[in-house]
């Protein structure tokens, strides 16, 4: 293996590991030492990659990202309708949640709540996610629209709060109790509500 390649390969090992010391403990609840532990690294090791621990929690929130895309996206492309593509979101990411990708929850959704007035950075960071959530939902609705799959008074960006708040209540209460029922809920709540009130 080349040391370029060995070094890509220490740096993936490290955002894995502090992904799962950050989704169980919380940014502020790991230090370095824990995510040189984790990794049988040195902090100098460690450091050789990454400025600090907010740069590696730079790193996991893109690669959390990518990973929570991947898994949600395949399930939206799998329908043509508007309102099916907003329903196979709630299921892609209730099977999110079934795989335990993060072994202390969705790590977005925790950072999300312990970034709120700490760090601005991560805060701003984690904001442009959850924007991207909603302009996905919004640009849904919208094509969906154009296609008269969608009631042209339906507002979407209302309806892209309501979505990704039932789904962070989902995600919370899943947290909590380790119930997928919660997103089976949602699911039925929105099959009811999207064929009342949003399809054409």
Known sequence: ??????????????????????????????????????????KGAI??????????????????????????????????????????????????????????GCIILNLAVEMDDINEGLRNDLAARIMGWRRWIMRIVEEGKGRKEVRDDVDSDQLATLIISSLQGAMIQFKMFSDLKFYDQTYEFFQRYLDLEVRA
Do not use: W
């Open 47 to 104: 450091y050789s990659h990454f400025d600090s621990k907010e740069d590696i929690c730079y790193a996991v929130l893109e690669k959390a990202g990518r990973m929570i895309q991947g898994k949600v996206s395949p399930y939206v492309r799998s329908q043509s309708n508007a309102c099916d593509q907003l329903l196979a979101m709630i299921q892609g990411y209730r099977s999110y949640a079934e795989d335990r990708v993060f072994e202390g």
């Open 1 to 42: 293996m080349s040391i370029t390649k060995k070094g890509e390969r220490s740096r993936e090992i490290i955002v894995d590991r502090a992904a799962q010391l950050f989704s169980r403990k919380g940014f502020c609840g790991t230090s370095m030492e824990d995510i040189a532990e984790a990794v049988s690294l040195t």
